[in-house]
């Protein structure tokens, strides 16, 4: 099992660029999140996607869009990156019984410029 | 809205000094979440504390919800090197079991051999 996979695991964007992270799991889980990490800030919930086919907005969903592809596939788009959106980006995956144990990917470094 | 903060925001201890990290919640908390993040690395999941005064322990690390339910702490026992890194408290935005979760902003924590 490769659990949770993001790609890429590294990128730079120039202000108004866009661009589509891409998570995976392979756990058969239900619900997968999308966070970002900011020094000193902790990680907040970007978007999150209770089952296939349900997105629905976190504590900062502003200047993101998400599609639940399919059970395993959850990306994450930024359609005109700003420098406010350089952070370190993770996905994580949960089971229906306890949605608070999540299992999270190795994470994508995202730099606007 | 629920904020979790998190003491000390840093720590450095000898080998085989024990420590103590604390989570204290603005609201009650109905489930608390230890996470363990390696640096540059994704969250690993820890132990669930859910009902006043419960404990649980994994190996060397013993984790508590206090009876009024507004704050948790990680005890490490005897640290050792494979210790480091920055522990996270997250909690569920409220009773339901959506796996929204909000996180402190972490306490980095560096073992010296």
């Known amino acids: 099992n490769a659990g949770v996979t993001q790609t890429p695991k590294f990128q730079v964007l120039k202000t108004g660029q866009s661009m589509t992270l891409q998570c995976a799991q392979d756990m058969n889980h239900n619900s997968m999140y999308w966070y970002r990490q900011d020094p000193g800030m902790g990680l907040r919930l970007i978007y999150y996607s209770a089952s296939e086919g349900t997105t629905d907005k976190g504590e900062v969903p502003n200047g993101y869009n998400v599609s639940r592809l399919n059970k395993r596939e959850f990306s994450l788009r930024l359609e005109s990156a700003a420098p406010s959106q350089t952070s370190v980006y993770f996905c994580a995956s949960s089971s229906r019984q306890v949605l608070g144990e999540q299992y999270f990917g190795p994470g994508t470094r995202l730099t606007v410029t | 809205s629920q904020e979790l903060e998190q003491s000390p925001q840093s720590l450095i201890v000898q080998e085989g000094k024990n420590l103590t990290i604390n989570c204290t919640s603005s609201k009650t908390l109905y489930g608390l979440y230890w996470y363990k993040q390696k640096y540059g690395e994704g969250l690993i999941f820890l132990m669930m504390?859910?009902?006043?005064?419960e404990e649980k322990s994994h190996e060397k690390i013993t984790a508590k919800l206090d009876e009024k339910k507004q704050q948790s702490s990680l005890h490490i026992t005897a640290s050792q090197p494979s210790h480091a890194g920055i522990y996270l408290c997250g909690a569920d935005e409220g009773p339901s079991n959506t796996g929204k979760l909000i996180f402190g902003q972490g306490t980095t924590l560096q073992v010296k051999p």
């Open positions: 504390l859910q009902k006043g005064g």
